[in-house]
């Protein structure tokens, strides 16, 4: 069973950048479909973009062009730049590890990315 640990986020200006990053442990990174997901108050979880462990990529409309997901699989861990941020962006980031064997979820704790002037 995977463990995850989210960093690096916190509060950025409308249009600036944050890069949020996903360390796993505990099981062989390799099995692991990562992904991010966020949700805002009030709103559903969203998927925000994920890789497969060949970095094949794909991202929610609403973030394409502007944030990039990207994987060390050395060091087992999964990022996400985030660049031209806006307010609606802010939410909190979800890590996920998706079991390609078992096809069971497992999910971070969460980190804050709050977008405001």
């Known amino acids: 069973q995977v463990q995850l640990v989210e960093s690096g986020g916190g509060l950025a200006q409308p249009g600036g950048s944050l890069t949020v990053s996903c360390a796993a442990s505990g099981d062989s990174f390799s099995y692991y479909v990562m992904g991010w997901y966020r949700q805002a108050p009030g709103l559903e979880r969203e998927m925000v973009a994920r890789i497969t462990p060949g970095a094949s990529t794909g991202y929610a409309d609403s973030v394409k062009a502007r944030f990039t997901i990207s994987r060390d699989n050395g060091k087992s861990t999964v990022y996400l730049r985030m660049n031209s941020l806006t307010p609606e962006d802010t939410a909190v980031y979800y890590c996920?590890?998706?079991?390609?064997?078992?096809?069971?979820?497992?999910w971070g704790q969460g980190t804050q990315v709050t977008v405001s002037s």
């Open positions: 996920n590890a998706h079991d390609m064997r078992s096809r069971q979820d497992f």
